[in-house]
Nanobody, 127 residues
Framework: QVHLVESGGGSVQAGGSLRLSCAAFGHSYSVNSISCMHWFRQAPGKEREGVAAISTGGGNTFIADSVKGRFTISHDNAKNTVYLQMNSLKAEDTAVYYC?????????????????WGQGTQVTVSS
């Protein structure tokens, strides 16, 4: 079993920056089996959408068009932590951000195919 713990959310004015962190905890075999980590977000009344993903082995990344050029994703294998650097934030980035992790398979993958989820962290951008 793996537990994902997110941090770094908060309130910021439009144009500002935040960095989210998601740390994976659990048995070393389970944590080391993670092959893909993905940030999703869900705004009130909207479906959960993928934001950015990273392959923990090869470092390949996926960035959604809606945040391309503003958000970057990175991973620290030694710390089993994935980061989402969010710059030039807009009001429409306001959402609860969730970290997801998957073992095996490909990256990114559909929402339902992730094995583990964090509890979410709120990001609020005021205009």
């Amino acid at each position: 079993q793996v537990h994902l713990v997110e941090s770094g959310g908060g309130s910021v004015q439009a144009g500002g920056s935040l960095r989210l962190s998601c740390a994976a905890f659990g048995h070393s075999y389970s944590v080391n089996s993670i092959s893909c980590m993905h940030w999703f977000r869900q705004a009130p009344g909207k479906e959960r959408e993928g934001v950015a993903a990273i392959s923990t082995g090869g470092g390949n990344t996926f960035i959604a068009d809606s945040v391309k050029g503003r958000f970057t994703i990175s991973h620290d294998n030694a710390k089993n932590t994935v980061y989402l650097q969010m710059n030039s934030l807009k009001a429409e980035d306001t959402a609860v951000y969730y970290c997801a992790a998957g073992t095996g398979g490909y990256c990114p993958r559909p929402l339902a195919q992730y094995n583990y989820w964090g509890q979410g962290t709120q990001v609020t951008v005021s205009s």
